[in-house]
């Protein structure tokens, strides 16, 4: 009864907590302009292939691997915690073990318990021994780099405790009554060998800790996912579902712009213009951003494929898609928290333009979509870059010269280069000749 009252007490705290944290984070998003989105058989492609079927994370075949087991591992296990939490509630021990092939899933269980460890401490030696280059570059420094190893250490704890716990449960099975049979398991059965010499009081109090470690520990981990890049794990099916369909390099032009530009050509009415005009022209701050752009920065995995993939990172510039990801949500959240203390929020002299990301790593984007293109789970950071650089240009007249130039050229001549309209075909005079 004691177990019981304490694990609802743990559970309901886990809850509310979580519960706090989502409507922190849903805030957050809701802080961007809305933006409409249609519903279509694609974006239904993309959640099932992308998010749940890891389609774009097999262009890298040893780090998808890994990742498959213990995202696999993760949704199979999660069957076992579903007894765990029925168990704690009502104070059985077990209470599915009387179901047809228990024991083929409870192997099956431990199997993926196996490679989940396994996995992870290869994705552990692939970062701190390796120091694979995406994995160990500046925007990772500190809490980012601290975050991704307590996750995998963490997984390799819960899953040592999956085991501890079945093989001290089998010992007991053969002893007491209260412990349901589940025959023989094969990876766990390795670890008695270990636990045989204990008395049943050791063994009790051993398969005792290993289930609370492992609950709480589960527990845990759902509420301090919210804090981490790991809230990918929840985030990347709305994200895949609410992204951008359009064919890349598609720019999203503004409306009012669109149409005084149709004026000026004579291919549209004054009269059709519309009465409203932005309030502002690109963006400088999170809230001038889409819900769909900070839904996003929430998303991100920080795995820094996008990264891998920048040509301008590659060349030594400084830009980094992954820190315009991770910038965006760190300004997200010192509004939210801003606003919760009843601060200033928006308005305390900061933006993300400048104070998170600089002018020197937006200039440095070629537009070219590789980062959009590699990311796992559709995040698009260049609708980001392209915003930033527009209120740049529009608001502040801030663009570089030579920039500034070529939209002077395209303005008069219709081209980036400087000679008449009439001119522009004449090099292929040369070729009759």
Known sequence: MIQQIAFIGVLAGTIYLVWKRVAFIRRNINLGKSKEVVSSPDRVRNMVLVAFGQQKMFKRPIPALLHLFIYVGFLVINLEVLEFLIDGVAGTHRIFADIPFYGILMNLFEFLAVAVLVSCLIMLFRRNVLKVRRLNMTELNGWPRLDANVILITEVALMCAILLMNASDQLLQEVSPHYAKTGTLFFSSFVMSILKGQSIPGLTIIERAAWWFHIIGILAFAVYITYSKHLHIALAFPNTYFANVAPKGEMQNMPVVTNEVKIMLGLSAADSAPAATPGRFGAKDVNDLTWNNLLGAYSCTECGRCTAECPANLTGKKLSPRKIMMDTRDRMEEVGKSLDSGGAGLADGKSLLDNYITREEINACTSCNACVEACPVMINPLEIILELRRY?????????ASWNSMF???????????????????????LKK
């Open 392 to 400: 740049v240009a529009m608001e502040e007249s801030g663009a570089p």
């Open 408 to 430: 002077q050229n395209i303005e008069t001549s219709f081209a980036p280069w400087k000679f008449s309209p009439g001119d522009r075909f004449n090099w292929a005079n040369e």
